[in-house]
């Protein structure tokens, strides 16, 4: 198959050449290309590090909205992605009580096990919680009732019911024993990362110390009002070994916020995110018996409160707004979304990239001035998921 589109860094338009699922090579011009053409921009697939459900669909049935409101079958959810350039995504499973995220991994493993087309798509499962703070703020939108101290046989067994799957792993590092936590799933190759915390600047180094690489999306699951200098955003966001991931959906992090966490980190650091719940996409109203209230903007709230209550945009919302809002340039824009994400889950070399041998995860896509990408075709291993009509 060959692949046409123009190079985010060069303008340059090129004709990729496809086989058994990776790039085989790269022509000059436009080469008789089954998909795209030289007016869409071609990038290396997008790869969303958190993703919980989208369109009445979950992949934590019950967390977001009522049961009977929501659906856990994955291809939906699959084909949102992928209609929003993404190819690549981390379903995440978040705080619950044990059994009930053990039997939201085991579900999604089920399915994984059954049918290789989901395989291409989950290079990881993440895991956000249940061992976060349980303070007021930091907590976010996690039920207190379940947040509990870190406890490195109950990861065991959600590990074990994810069937290895778990890549990453969201925790606040100032909790009782998270710091040894850290260490183990270090030295077990799952990625630790920090967030929902109210951690000292100290424990911050302590857990990078320890082992912790990635913020997760920083600004949010935070106090309302914090201490001046010094505190843990701060921290976090001068730490070098720390990448950072952010939700930049225009309702999350301001748009000055944003451009400030993307000077700091760098294209090379800092990673977005949709962390798309599963109310996200739905027409407004309210839902989950009048607790949360999807606005005509598209964000998700507590009900008869401005309080965030979930994020309501993918992928392509997400992409054009660090464009828009900061001083990245689209080719370093489109590096946050799927080259920084890659290199996160230690897939550099494999994906995110668009490089001879790399695995042919592919978003063509138009940019205009305002709202989402135009997701124009998605591609996961050489085959395409999606296209504009």
């Given at each position: 198959?060959?692949?046409?589109?123009?190079l985010?860094d060069?303008?340059?338009?090129?004709?990729?050449?496809?086989?058994?699922?990776r790039?085989?090579?790269?022509?000059?011009?436009?080469?008789?290309?089954?998909?795209?053409?030289p007016?869409v921009?071609?990038?290396?697939g997008?790869?969303?590090?958190q993703?919980?459900?989208?369109a009445?669909?979950?992949?934590?049935?019950?967390?977001w909205?009522d049961?009977?409101?929501?659906?856990?079958?994955?291809?939906?959810?699959?084909e949102?992605?992928?209609?929003?350039?993404?190819?690549?995504f981390?379903?995440?499973?978040?705080t619950n009580?044990?059994?009930?995220?053990r039997?939201?991994?085991?579900?999604?493993?089920?399915a994984?096990?059954?049918?290789?087309?989901l395989v291409?798509?989950?290079p990881?499962?993440?895991?956000?919680g249940?061992?976060l703070?349980?303070?007021?703020?930091p907590?976010?939108a996690?039920?207190?009732?379940?947040?509990?101290?870190?406890d490195w046989?109950?990861f065991q067994?959600?590990?074990?019911a994810?069937?290895?799957?778990?890549?990453l792993?969201?925790?606040?590092?100032e909790?009782?024993?998270?710091?040894?936590?850290?260490?183990?799933?270090?030295a077990?190759?799952?990625?630790?990362?920090m967030?929902?915390?109210?951690a000292?600047?100290e424990?911050i180094r302590?857990?990078?110390?320890?082992?912790?690489?990635?913020s997760?999306?920083?600004?949010?699951?935070?106090?309302?009002?914090?201490?001046?200098?010094?505190n843990?955003l701060?921290?976090?966001?001068?730490?070098?070994?720390?990448?950072?991931?952010?939700?930049a959906?225009?309702?999350?992090?301001?748009?000055?916020?944003?451009?400030?966490?993307?000077?700091?980190?760098?294209?090379?650091?800092l990673?977005?995110?949709?962390?798309?719940v599963?109310?996200?996409?739905?027409?407004?109203?309210?839902?989950?018996g009048?607790?949360?209230?999807v606005?005509?903007?598209?964000?998700i709230?507590?009900?008869?409160?401005?309080?965030?209550?979930g994020a309501?945009?993918?992928?392509?919302t997400?992409?054009?707004?660090?464009?828009r809002?900061?001083?990245?340039s689209?080719?370093?824009?489109?590096?946050?979304?799927?080259?920084?994400p890659?290199?996160?889950?230690?897939l550099?070399?494999?994906?995110?990239e668009?490089r001879?041998?790399?695995?042919a995860?592919?978003?063509?896509?138009?940019?205009?001035?305002?709202?989402?990408?135009?997701t124009?075709?998605t591609?996961?291993a050489?085959e395409?998921?999606?296209?504009?009509?």
């Open positions: 198959m060959r692949v046409c589109g123009k985010c060069t303008g340059e338009v090129v004709t990729a050449r496809l086989e058994a699922g790039i085989a090579g790269f022509e000059a011009g436009v080469r008789d290309p089954a998909v795209g053409g007016d921009w071609l990038a290396a997008f790869l969303d590090l993703l919980n459900g989208y009445g669909h979950d992949f934590n049935v019950g967390t909205a049961p009977a409101e929501v659906s856990a079958d994955l291809y939906p959810i699959l949102s992605a992928a209609r929003a350039g993404t190819p690549l981390c379903p995440t499973i978040t009580s044990a059994e009930r995220m039997g939201s991994l085991a579900a999604l493993t089920r994984l096990d059954a049918d290789p087309r291409r798509a989950v990881a499962i993440h895991v956000e249940p061992f703070s349980p303070e007021e703020g907590r976010g996690h039920p207190l009732e379940h947040i509990r101290p870190p046989d109950e067994r959600l590990q074990e994810a069937g290895g799957r778990i890549r792993y969201t925790l606040a590092p909790l009782d024993g998270a710091l040894p936590f850290i260490e183990k799933l270090t077990s190759g799952v990625v630790a990362a967030g929902h915390t109210a000292s600047p424990t302590e857990a990078a110390r320890s082992g912790a690489r990635v997760t999306h920083l600004g949010n699951g935070a106090h309302a009002l914090i201490r001046r200098h010094p843990y701060w921290e976090q966001l001068a730490h070098d070994d720390l990448f950072a991931t952010v939700i959906d225009g309702h999350h992090l301001p748009p000055a916020v944003l451009k400030c966490v993307a000077r700091v980190k760098g294209p090379e650091r990673a977005v995110v949709s962390d798309a599963s109310l996200g996409g739905l027409a407004p109203g309210s839902y989950a009048g607790r949360h209230e606005l005509p903007s598209g964000k709230v507590v009900a008869g409160t401005p309080y965030l209550a309501g945009h993918l992928m392509d997400g992409v054009a707004n660090l464009v809002f900061t001083d990245l689209l080719a370093q824009a489109v590096r946050c979304a799927a080259a920084v890659a290199r996160i889950l230690g550099e070399g494999r994906k995110g668009l001879v041998g790399c695995d995860d592919l978003t063509l896509f138009r940019l205009s001035d305002q709202g989402p990408l135009e124009v075709a591609l996961c050489g395409v998921v999606f296209r504009a009509a």
